[in-house]
């Protein structure tokens, strides 16, 4: 569920507010993730970051091949093969970010999220 949640974050942020805005999704799975929050995140952002690829190519393809042919030609002429990867890649690593600095704050607050027991 956690996983899910993350990801509709950082989609929901990234269409409404920009891309930056993804790392909030991370921190959310850091946030939620007993362990290996950097990964949680970056699962989570990477694949949300893939499916708005895979979307865009579904919902405009010929737009979509033409703007990344145009777009990697600006980068130095690399395929466009490697342009989809190296975004997506830009995704792994920001919801990594993120589920570090989730994961710290948790450490950070370790009650956080836990029930205590009444005295």
Partial sequence: ML???????????HVTLGWQWSIVGGVVAGL????????VGSIAVGLGWMLLVLYNFSAAPAETARFVEITSGLFG???????????????????????????????????????????
């Fill in 3 to 13: 996983f899910v949640l993350s990801s509709l974050v950082a989609l929901v942020l």
């Fill in 32 to 39: 939620g993730a007993h362990r290996f929050g950097w990964a």
């Fill in 77 to 119: 002429n690399m395929t466009g093969a490697t342009l989809v990867l190296t975004t997506i890649l830009i995704g792994v690593l920001l919801g990594g970010l993120g589920g570090t600095i989730g994961a710290l704050a948790r450490s950070l607050a370790p009650s956080f999220g836990e029930k205590t027991p009444s005295s």
